[in-house]
Nanobody, 122 residues
Framework: VQLQASGGGLVQAGGSLGLSCSAS????????MGWFRQAPGKEREFVAA????????KYANSVKGRFTISGDAAKNTVWLQMNSLQPEDTANYYC????????????????WGQGTLVTVSS
C-alpha cells in the first residue's frame, strides 16, 4: 500500500493548513486512516484517525477542537484540517492506514507514508 501525503508548509501561529493523503495499491480496499506527527527531538505521537466510511473519528487531546479529520471512503483519501496552529504543532506529519478496525483503539497502524513537514512560526 502506498500513501501519498501533501499539503505541508509554513504558516504563522494562529493560522490554518490542510493536509491530504491517498492510499493506493494493496489487495484490501477499505482502509482506516489517520495521522501521526514527530517533532524534532520528540517521540512520534498520534494526532487523529478516521474509520473507513467516516463513522468513527479519534483525536489526540492536544488537537481536539482545532484539527478535523475527514475522508472519502471511495477514494481511500483522508484530509486533516488544522486550525489555530501553534508553534508546538511544528512537526513532520505522517499519514497512516490499516485495514484492521482494532487500530482505531490501538493506534498501531501498519502502513506509513512519507512525512510532510508543517512549520508554525511564532
Amino acid at each position: 500500500v502506498q500513501l501519498q501525503a501533501s499539503g505541508g508548509g509554513l504558516v504563522q501561529a494562529g493560522g490554518s493548513l490542510g493536509l491530504s493523503c491517498s492510499a493506493s495499491g494493496g489487495t484490501f480496499k477499505r482502509y482506516h486512516m489517520g495521522w501521526f506527527r514527530q517533532a524534532p527531538g520528540k517521540e512520534r505521537e498520534f494526532v487523529a484517525a478516521i474509520s473507513w466510511g467516516g463513522r468513527v473519528t479519534k483525536y489526540a487531546n492536544s488537537v481536539k477542537g482545532r484539527f478535523t479529520i475527514s475522508g472519502d471512503a471511495a477514494k481511500n483519501t483522508v484530509w486533516l484540517q488544522m486550525n489555530s496552529l501553534q508553534p508546538e504543532d511544528t512537526a513532520n506529519y505522517y499519514c497512516v492506514a490499516d485495514e484492521r478496525t482494532s487500530v482505531l483503539q490501538s493506534k498501531s497502524f501498519f502502513y506509513w507514508g512519507q512525512g510532510t513537514l508543517v512549520t508554525v512560526s511564532s
